[in-house]
């Protein structure tokens, strides 16, 4: 049987799909692809909200760019963002969430957290060096280490961060809030 997804659940996704734009302009500049605020936050919402609420904020999220809202890195928006160089990293979030959402069916809690956000950020910015390699015209090395490399000691910062946050606030916030039940 299929949950249907609830008003609220359709709320919160619309609540963090702002806070993910918010995190979008955190933003530092590293040629090509900025290094961002936003796969902190993608991190979180994979973590802390069931797979249907984070798939849900991520297209919400997509849309508000896609109709010229200027919610991506840079306050980029509209197709350009979407195809272009940064899209699939852009996309990649999908892959993230439903990674992690794969992870905390079968593993304890911490376990669930720690590798589900790695395997998950790691295939996030995989999908974004392959788009560059279509979009871009690069080799895959030239991809893998443009579009990966610089990213991975901050990509480890964030997931320290995001396994701490998550499991503070999976702590204080009551589950009836939508959590995900870790």
């Not at 702002?18 to 090509?32: D, E, N």
């Not at 990674?99 to 974004?128: D, R």
């Not at 990509?155 to 589950?175: H, M, S, Y």
Request: a positive charge; hydrophobic letters at 60%; proline letters at 5%.
């Amino acid at each position: 049987m299929v949950k249907k997804h609830t008003l609220s659940q359709m709320i919160i996704a619309a609540e963090l799909a702002v806070g993910l734009a918010l995190c979008s302009k955190i933003t530092v500049p590293l040629g090509l692809i900025p290094l961002t605020g936003q796969t902190l936050a993608v991190g979180l919402i994979a973590s802390l909200v069931p797979t249907v609420t984070g798939t849900w904020t991520i297209a919400i999220y997509l849309l508000l760019g896609l109709i010229g809202l200027p919610v991506f890195a840079g306050s980029t928006a509209g197709l350009a963002a979407l195809f272009g160089p940064t899209g699939g990293y852009l996309w990649g979030f999908f892959l993230y969430v439903w990674i992690m959402g794969a992870f905390c069916k079968g593993l304890k809690p911490t376990s669930a957290l720690i590798i589900g956000n790695v395997v998950g950020a790691l295939v996030q910015l995989i999908a974004g060096a392959y788009w560059l390699v279509l979009t871009a015209d690069l080799t895959w090395s030239a991809a893998m280490s443009g579009g990966v490399v610089p990213f991975l000691i901050p990509a480890l910062i964030k997931l320290v961060l995001v396994v701490i946050g998550a499991k503070a606030i999976f702590r204080r916030v009551p589950a009836r809030f939508g959590l995900r039940n870790l």
